[in-house]
């Protein structure tokens, strides 16, 4: 029997790569080939449905995957005879709330899932919930994975000088791009904003920026919530006002979760961008009053396949969820430390507990309290203990959170449904 293959759509220069990437490294490991079809020409010219229709079925394909909403803004390109019962899966692992083309257009969702062999996979529970409401249809339940070959726990780490760090690997949004942004709004919704900002500070950790404004904006008087609403009534400005108040979720939590885990020891920011979006070494020394123990480490050339290196650097790995992780909606983090073989101090969710046992394969925190508490907890604790989670996490992640594992995951879920059962998968080498 031949391999069986799979098809990614999607956008030229988009970041669904990121994500698909892990699709095609457990595609191919488990016998499927893989083509890639982008929406955009290499002049960026946005093709026809025709054009696109052509360059999926230019070989043979069995599957089509595409990250969220990446061709919604070509609603009739499953109308090809070839490609209307060929099975699709979207995966969204974030949320839809920052999607203008997805908050404006329920019924096309409704269409694919029901006519057009389109199955919506979702990273949290939350989410999933909220997209049986938004479009009539279950979303079925993913995670993302690491690649087993790119992560190793004997890498050597790559700043062998933070062995005594709780080490955050990843960036934060800086103030002064928060700022522009927020200048680009009418000025009714830019106060609208800085009252949710100011309550986010104030609010527990973790922090729930959607339902944060939601409040906020319940509050408003008659005369400003009209206005407020009239103005997010246009999808394109809804999804503006979710991406602009994520980021502030997305930085305040993560401020906050630094400045918890610097009550216990050395902290060590591990982050790599090209863009002013993210904030530098000196806004964090402020932002968090760093003692002389902070350390700092620009990321932006290492090279992928050093990255084991990053995970393995440091006492422990922390990481704090983004704002759309309600119930899971669990990061790259916690599949590449575990692949590392390394220990992760994180925030609680649900799911993430029930995928990885607390003090055992990972080490989860309630609250900004618990947080220090947990760390302080790690810094004391002796080599054998570390090295028991770590290696706890690596066997878990080798059995079930492998690109090859999820991947085979999916095609059960899409080939052969089985509600009553879970999927009989192999065991990553």
């Known amino acids: 029997m031949s391999a069986r293959t799979v098809v990614f759509v999607e956008s030229r ?4 790569s990121l994500f698909t990437r892990l699709l095609r490294v457990g595609s191919a490991q488990c016998g499927w080939n893989h083509r890639v079809v982008t929406l955009r ?3 960026c010219r946005r093709l026809q449905d025709s054009e696109l229709a052509r360059g999926i079925c230019s070989g043979p394909v069995d599957l089509i995957c595409f990250i969220m909403d990446a061709p919604l803004g070509w609603p009739g390109l499953w109308k090809s005879p070839q490609l209307r019962s060929i099975p699709k899966a979207s995966f969204w692992y974030d949320d839809y709330m920052r999607s203008p083309e997805t908050l404006a257009h329920p019924e ?3 269409h694919w899932q029901k006519d057009d062999a ?8 939350h989410w999933r919930n ?3 409401e938004f479009s009539g249809h279950e979303a079925l339940p993913v995670h993302l994975s690491a690649d087993l070959e790119q992560f190793q726990n004997a890498a050597d780490p790559l700043f062998p000088e933070l062995r005594d760090h709780a080490v955050f690997t990843g960036t934060i949004p800086s103030v002064a791009s928060l700022q522009t942004e927020s200048n680009a709004l009418p000025s009714p919704v830019r106060n609208y904003l800085n009252d949710c900002v100011a309550d986010m500070e104030l609010s527990p950790w973790p922090v729930r920026p959607y339902e944060l404004a939601a409040n906020e904006r319940a509050a408003l008087g008659d005369k400003r919530a009209m206005v407020i609403n009239q103005w997010l009534s246009n999808p394109v400005h809804q999804a503006l006002f979710n991406q602009q108040i994520w980021r502030w979720g997305k930085r305040t939590a993560r401020l906050h979760g630094l400045s918890a885990i610097l009550q216990s020891g050395p902290v060590a920011v591990l982050s790599g961008h090209h863009t002013e979006r993210f904030a530098t070494e000196s806004e964090l020394r402020v932002a968090l009053q760093a003692p002389a123990s902070f350390q700092f480490r620009n990321t932006t050339e290492v090279p992928a396949e050093k990255w084991s290196g990053l995970f393995r650097s440091g006492r422990f790995q922390v990481q704090f969820t983004d704002p759309q992780s309600v119930e899971g909606g669990l990061p790259f983090r916690v599949f590449e430390c575990a692949a590392s073989g390394v220990v992760l101090l994180s925030d609680h969710r649900k799911e993430l507990g029930a995928e990885f046992r607390d003090n055992e394969e990972i080490v989860l925190a309630q609250d900004e309290t618990g947080l220090t508490r947990r760390s302080a907890e ?3 604790a002796d080599a054998e203990m570390l090295t028991s989670i770590g290696t706890a996490a690596r066997v878990k992640f080798r059995e079930k959170h492998t690109a090859a ?8 879920w899409l080939f052969n449904p089985s509600p009553s059962s879970s999927p009989s998968l192999p065991v990553a080498a």
């Open 108 to 110: 096309v969702w409704k």
């Open 13 to 16: 220069r988009g970041v669904e």
């Open 130 to 132: 909220k997209w049986r």
């Open 41 to 43: 020409n290499e002049q």
């Open 405 to 412: 594992y999820r991947w085979n995951e999916i095609v059960s």
């Open 378 to 380: 790690l810094f004391a």
């Open 118 to 125: 389109v199955t919506v996979f979702s990273w949290d529970g």
